[in-house]
């Protein structure tokens, strides 16, 4: 049973297009939601993170939307660019065991000229 | 230099032998983490550790034994390698002190292959 949902599993974008990557999670005590990127031969690194008191967190060209009634998230990259080719992971935790992140399965974004 | 970093990189083994897996970091953090990845399936915990005196289980830490040998290292023991231990594998670290992110450092991955 996966705990963190993630689609699509692979997605591709045109050069200065929209990347939308979608999670949904059921268990209502996590309350720290990080996104984490990974680059071939690399190991994943924190992107961006939001925790449920906010409904958006931008940073640069990465915004993760955020609705704690239907309990998704979802990470936005705008004017997608080739460097952007990644596989992105969702994740979730909670504050009495911030140490077990729970990661989605990943989501594989090419982004083509 | 990385700040995590792991050894091998890379290892192909047969069925039946014992392999292990070495963690090192220069962050200084706590925390350190054994993952292990496969694909359509993420990033499963296998074992953590909080200090060198704290072992804990993940989710998936059957046919896995650790070591915290000190603060900077965590290594990872096969005992008996199957095929289905074939995955790439992460190190991780977090901070536990105080003002601490929630943040996780990755090592580069070992690619296991168990023949």
């Known amino acids: 049973q996966q705990q963190v949902k993630q689609s699509p599993q692979s997605l591709i974008v045109q050069k200065g297009g929209i990347s939308i990557i979608n999670c949904a999670y059921e268990n209502t005590a996590f309350d720290y939601f990080p996104w984490y990127q990974q680059f071939p031969g690399k190991g994943p690194a924190l992107l961006i993170a939001i925790r449920p008191d906010v409904s958006e967190k931008k940073e640069g060209r990465f915004t993760i939307s955020f609705n704690k009634s239907a309990k998704q998230f979802s990470l936005h990259i705008m004017d997608s660019q080739p460097g952007d080719s990644a596989t992105y992971f969702c994740a979730a935790s909670m504050k009495t065991s911030y140490d077990k992140v729970i990661f989605g399965p990943g989501t594989s974004l090419s982004v083509i000229p | 230099d990385a700040d995590v970093t792991q050894t091998p990189r890379n290892r192909i083994t047969k069925t039946g032998k014992r392999i292990m897996l070495e963690c090192s970091q220069t962050k200084g953090h706590d925390r350190m983490y054994w993952y292990r990845q496969d694909p359509g399936l993420g990033l499963r915990l296998i074992y953590y550790?909080?200090?060198?005196?704290?072992?804990n289980k993940g989710e998936i830490s059957d046919g896995y034994s650790v070591s915290r040998q000190a603060q900077a290292k965590f290594s990872l023991s096969l005992e008996s390698a199957i095929p289905n231990q074939t995955a790439l594998y992460f190190c991780a670290t977090s901070d536990l002190g105080a003002g601490a992110s929630d943040t996780q450092y990755f090592g580069p991955g070992t690619r296991l292959t168990v023949l």
């Open positions: 550790s909080f200090d060198v005196k704290d072992i």
